[in-house]
Nanobody
Framework: QVQLVESGGGLVQAGGSLRLSCLASGGTYSMYAMGWFRQAPGKERELVAAIDKHGEVTYYADSVKGRFTISRDNDKNMAYLRMNSLKFEDAAVYYC???????????????????WGRGTQVTVSS
């Protein structure tokens, strides 16, 4: 069992930046591909960014491409999401997720992930 704990959310002005962190425990972290998802009220959970277990392959949703950066530190069992130039539409609960992968690659669908954190709220103000 893998436990994931997100941190780093909060209130930020439009145009500002935040860095979300996700600490993993209970498994061999380097065997898990990671993803960051978000869910706004009344909307479905959507993928924001994903990274393979080696940290070599990344994927970004079009809405965040060029503004967000996903990374990971396998020595520290951490995943990160750097968010720059935040917009009102970025406000949501952000979740990190882990997917065990025998092979490499990124995973794009909610149902492909095995473990989820509880989420951290990101609020964007004017």
């Amino acid at each position: 069992q893998v436990q994931l704990v997100e941190s780093g959310g909060g209130l930020v002005q439009a145009g500002g930046s935040l860095r979300l962190s996700c600490l993993a425990s209970g498994g061999t972290y380097s065997m898990y591909a990671m993803g960051w998802f978000r869910q706004a009220p009344g909307k479905e959970r959507e993928l924001v960014a994903a990274i393979d277990k080696h940290g070599e392959v990344t994927y970004y949703a079009d809405s965040v491409k060029g503004r967000f950066t996903i990374s990971r530190d396998n020595d520290k069992n951490m995943a990160y999401l750097r968010m720059n130039s935040l917009k009102f539409e970025d406000a949501a609960v952000y979740y990190c997720a882990a997917r065990w992968g025998r092979t490499g690659g990124v995973y794009l669908q909610v149902q492909e992930y095995d473990y989820w954190g509880r989420g951290t709220q990101v609020t964007v103000s004017s």
